[in-house]
């Protein structure tokens, strides 16, 4: 919702005349909206969405341990991807591996091999 909304806003301030559909500025700006709040942010904050960022939440590997690079990319790509290509749908697909999951693991974290957990913070 949030890219969708801040592609209209890009699309509105070039006022190319085309409106929204089949508008390409307005597509791109949505795409690179989505592969940033998707794949760079959790690239460089260890697994983090901007959402988890905001909520204290972070990302760890089955063992604990900080997850891979490995793990993140298949998070994004594999555990985001089908949401944005499906058009939310696939939140559905992930709900009910959260219910099935014994761990309450959605889709993105069954296939990563991650979990998500509240940020424990150090009060040194």
């Known amino acids: 919702m949030i890219a969708g909304f801040i592609a209209a806003l890009y699309t509105q ?6 409106g929204f559909e089949p508008n390409p500025i307005f597509w791109r700006a949505f795409i690179i909206t989505h592969f940033t709040y998707l794949l760079v942010i959790p690239l460089f904050a260890n697994g983090r969405t901007l959402g988890m960022l905001l909520t204290n939440l972070t990302v760890t590997s089955k063992n604990g341990n900080k997850p891979h690079f490995s793990q993140i990319i298949l998070r994004a790509v594999l555990g985001f991807g089908p949401v944005i290509l499906t058009n939310g749908l696939w939140y559905f697909v992930s709900l009910i591996a959260g219910l099935v999951d014994k ?6 974290e069954m296939i990563s091999c991650t979990t998500v957990k509240r940020k424990e913070e150090s009060y040194d």
């Open 13 to 18: 301030w070039l006022d190319t005349g085309r």
């Open 103 to 108: 761990n309450g693991r959605g889709w993105g």
